[in-house]
């Protein structure tokens, strides 16, 4: 699969929000991300487009997490938009008084997201973005998935994919990281509540972020959208790779571009032709062990197997959803 | 301002937060040479003229083209292209046709009748250029950008030299090679015709400096052992014929053979077979893989119907047979040898094209010029002679024998006499890092074979295919990657988690370093290898 560049591009369509000197830079210089931080590229692209989308008419909520850590530690804060935070587990709860409010005094312009890591979203805040989500309160939530606690040292979080090494989970003897059988598909937990729009993004597609986020924003009631977004530190890969490992994870199948609405599959990104897992798992130390002296190939062969259930299920064979 | 409760500090920005101190590793922009550049015999800066050309600017990038080669139309004919044999382009969906572009851009200023700037003389100085072929004239293009007066001699009835009396029309038409030429003289080039030089040395007396020019038009000499027949030319002296003197051009008769590997054999086959013979065979020594001829050229002369007999040498004619021996070849040694085995074919005429050589009498009585073993003029790495200023380029000089090279040694020429006569030294380009394909990030290009032309298999002297049109020179300029040179795609721009690229009023970007951290995003997401990170030593 090609991608286009983000600017110097024939067709119109196809320049990003991002490559424009004008963007809004809503994640600004200073903030304390690592280096190569898939989760600051990713928020700012959002962001900005949102910014973009509703002329600057937006109040972010954001749930404690690497995000607000990075972005505000007191007083300084990199936000160039109207921002909040108040606790880990209740970003979803707080944006629904925020939308609550504005409705009440006629401003309903003016577009609220929710955004938090992954922690926040599966296991933390889970309550209340279910809540969120039953109420169709007016909130865009936006999930930035680095699949783990990354800030507090790599823990395993519901987001964790089977097999990968956290601080959590650590191989030994037997055990292959994290098992296989937990954990949660939050984007399918969002689709089950029927809500009007449920997408799923990556930085490895930025055209695609933009344009989900366009389509999101002016959307009335619940939208969710989960962004992949790699962490150099947590996943262990050179700080330079972050995008090509987001693309990646999109060209082996394991993370499905798609999109939804009123709890039915409507879209997906095809891809054009599938890589083996092994091609987005080997450069990542979290799964060096699936790969060393003692690798075991059926080990490898469980994450194939969701890569290509996801091909069939979400069409990115270009089939049926 | 009230501030809240227990709150002892002032909002502030991030931005105070200088996070370019955690670098250990810096981004920097850099220009690396393309390989089409690196291998461009004439040095054209190629990138540079597609990015144009893909852009609509086509006067610019003729411009650039002519700051290097003042014959775009004709090479984009007969250049035998090394820039596409190093083009990573080759390793991804096949080369940018570069020549066909150069030839298009090259027939689009001839049909707007774009010029060559106007240089006002700036000196007194004279040169005199012996031989008006590519070398010649090209010598004279940049001497005269340089504000020198610059004369021609020619001895043939009209200039070029082997543009025209090597290369056959349906190679390069006439009218081509008369608007090229036609710029030069324009710029105020004097070339005078059908003058033979008797004594080169009294000249230095009326010239500061004298080029030699001379090519090697003198056919090769064999011990073909000939008896009764008339039928036997050399290839350069019907190429002559047929340009100046065609009321006098032999009959060659149905069968003709060609003797020869280059592609002067190949030009004089497709020739005869264009003059009415039926059955033209090509006789080569070595194997078919051996044959100095351009690869291409051979092709098109087997699609034409030519036979290349190869481990064969003519051993003597008489009358219309002619005596083969066949030859063993050992090509591991490059060792030759006789074979028993003989046969006797038959043929109306012969052609022999086994290679040319400088022709000396015109250097008699001129000490000092010396030719060397291989036969052409010996001289220094400015390009002079043993003579005190008489230089010397092109075919007498180099091996390589090619228009391009031709042009590659007279543009060196130009700067070496320059420096000469201005007592200077002449510094040599140093030159950049080439980018291979492995630096590219070919992600971010989508696979498009190249434009492609139709072409006629008509076999007269009318070129067989056409230059491209403005679009498609605009859709095969696009996919050149720009290797090396950015081409403002904005990855870096947008890439970057810290906001660390500064996008200018003119386009160009700048890394902010108060902020970047180092990370290399911007340089792996560089499609064309733009960005080098070094170790960060500051």
Request: glycine fraction near 8%; proline fraction near 4%; charge should be neutral.
């Amino acid at each position: 699969m090609s991608n286009p560049t983000l600017g110097n591009r024939l067709s119109k369509d196809d320049i990003t929000i991002q490559s424009s000197s004008n963007r809004n830079n809503s994640l600004t210089c200073g903030h304390r991300a690592c280096q190569g931080c898939g989760e600051a590229l990713g928020a700012r692209c959002a962001i900005d487009a949102a910014h973009h989308a509703t002329g600057g008419k937006i109040i972010i909520v954001n749930a404690t997490g690497c995000l607000e850590v990075f972005s505000c530690s007191f007083p300084e804060s990199a936000w160039n938009v109207p921002w909040f935070h108040s606790l880990f587990g209740n970003a979803p709860a707080v944006a629904s008084g925020v939308a609550a409010a504005l409705r009440i005094t006629g401003k309903e312009d003016i577009r609220v997201i929710a955004q938090g890591g992954d922690g926040a979203t599966c296991d933390i805040g889970m309550g209340c973005l279910s809540g969120m989500f039953e109420r169709n309160d007016d909130v865009l939530y936006i999930c930035y998935d680095n699949q783990a606690y990354m800030n507090t040292g790599v823990q395993r979080s519901g987001a964790t994919p089977p097999l990968a090494r956290t601080a959590t989970t650590v191989p030994h003897k037997n055990y292959l990281g994290n098992d296989p059988q937990i954990g949660k598909n939050i984007s399918q937990i969002a689709i089950a509540h029927e809500i009007p729009y449920v997408a799923t993004a990556s930085i490895g597609n930025i055209q695609d972020i933009e344009k989900k986020i366009a389509k999101a924003i002016h959307i009335r009631g619940s939208k969710y959208l989960h962004i992949h977004v790699p962490c150099p530190l947590g996943w262990g890969f050179p700080t330079s790779e972050t995008i090509r490992i987001a693309k990646l994870a999109i060209q082996c199948g394991l993370f499905p571009l798609f999109e939804a609405q009123y709890g039915k599959l409507y879209g997906s990104i095809p891809i054009d032709d599938p890589i083996p897992v092994e091609d987005y798992l080997k450069p990542q130390k979290r799964f060096a062990h699936l790969f060393g002296k003692n690798a075991t190939p059926d080990a490898v062969s469980v994450l194939q197997e969701v890569a290509n259930s996801n091909i069939v299920k979400y069409g990115l064979n270009g089939g049926d959803i | 301002m009230r501030k809240p409760f227990a709150t002892v500090l002032e909002a502030a920005t991030s931005l105070s937060n200088k996070t370019g101190s955690w670098r250990t590793m810096r981004p920097e922009y850099i220009k690396m040479v393309p390989p089409c550049n690196s291998t461009c015999p004439v040095g054209e800066n190629i990138q540079l003229w597609l990015s144009l050309a893909k852009t609509e600017k086509f006067q610019e990038a003729w411009e650039i083209i002519t700051e290097s080669n003042p014959f775009p139309a004709i090479m984009g004919r007969v250049c035998y292209h090394t820039c596409e044999k190093t083009c990573n382009r080759e390793q991804f969906d096949g080369a940018v046709n570069i020549n066909l572009l150069e030839r298009s851009i090259g027939d689009m200023a001839i049909a707007q009748g774009w010029s060559f700037r106007k240089i006002a003389p700036c000196s007194e100085k004279k040169i005199l250029i012996v031989g008006s072929g590519p070398s010649g004239l090209t010598a004279a293009y940049f001497l005269k950008i340089l504000g020198y007066n610059v004369i021609v001699y020619e001895s043939h009835l009209k200039p070029g030299g082997m543009m025209r009396y090597g290369v056959p029309k349906y190679r390069l038409p006439r009218r081509i090679i008369d608007a090229e030429i036609k710029r030069i003289t324009d710029m105020g080039v004097k070339i005078i015709c059908q003058k033979e030089i008797a004594k080169i040395r009294t000249e230095l007396d009326n010239f500061d400096v004298i080029y030699l020019a001379i090519g090697a038009c003198k056919a090769s000499k064999t011990d073909i052992e000939i008896k009764n027949t008339p039928h036997i030319f050399d290839a350069v002296d019907l190429f002559g014929k047929l340009e100046d003197d065609f009321t006098n051009f032999p009959p060659l008769g149905k069968k003709v053979l060609v003797y020869g590997g280059g592609n002067t054999a190949i030009d004089a086959a497709r020739t005869a077979l264009r003059l009415g013979a039926q059955d033209v065979k090509i006789i080569y020594r070595r194997t078919i893989r051996n044959m100095p001829s351009h690869e291409t050229e051979i092709n098109e002369a087997l699609a034409e119907g030519i036979e290349i007999l190869c481990l064969r040498t003519i051993n003597s004619i008489d009358g219309n047979k002619i005596f083969i021996n066949k030859m063993n070849y050992d090509e591991k040694y490059d060792i030759l040898s006789l074979s028993k085995e003989t046969e006797i074919l038959h043929a109306d005429s012969v052609i022999l094209a086994i290679g040319q050589s400088v022709d000396e009498s015109i250097l008699k009585g001129i000490d000092g010029i010396k030719i060397s073993e291989k036969g052409v003029i010996e001289t220094d790495k400015n390009m002079m002679t043993g003579v005190s200023g008489i230089f010397a380029g092109g075919d007498a000089v180099s091996g390589k024998r090619t228009v391009t090279s031709a042009i590659g040694q007279a543009k060196k020429a130009a700067k070496c006499i320059d420096a000469y006569l201005r007592g200077t030294e002449l510094i040599p380009n140093i030159r950049g890092e080439v980018v291979n394909f492995k630096k590219l990030n070919t992600d971010y290009f989508n696979k498009n074979a190249r434009v492609g032309i139709a072409k006629s298999n008509d076999i007269s002297f009318e070129e067989k295919d056409v230059s491209y049109s403005k679009n498609e020179i605009i859709t095969e300029a696009s996919r050149c990657f720009s290797c090396g040179n950015c081409f403002h795609c904005d990855n870096c721009y947008g890439y970057c988690p810290d906001n660390a690229i500064i996008k200018c009023p003119d386009g160009n970007l700048e890394i902010n370093y108060d902020y970047c951290k180092g990370c290399g995003i911007c340089a792996t997401e560089c499609p064309c290898g733009a960005i080098k990170m070094i170790i960060d030593d500051k």
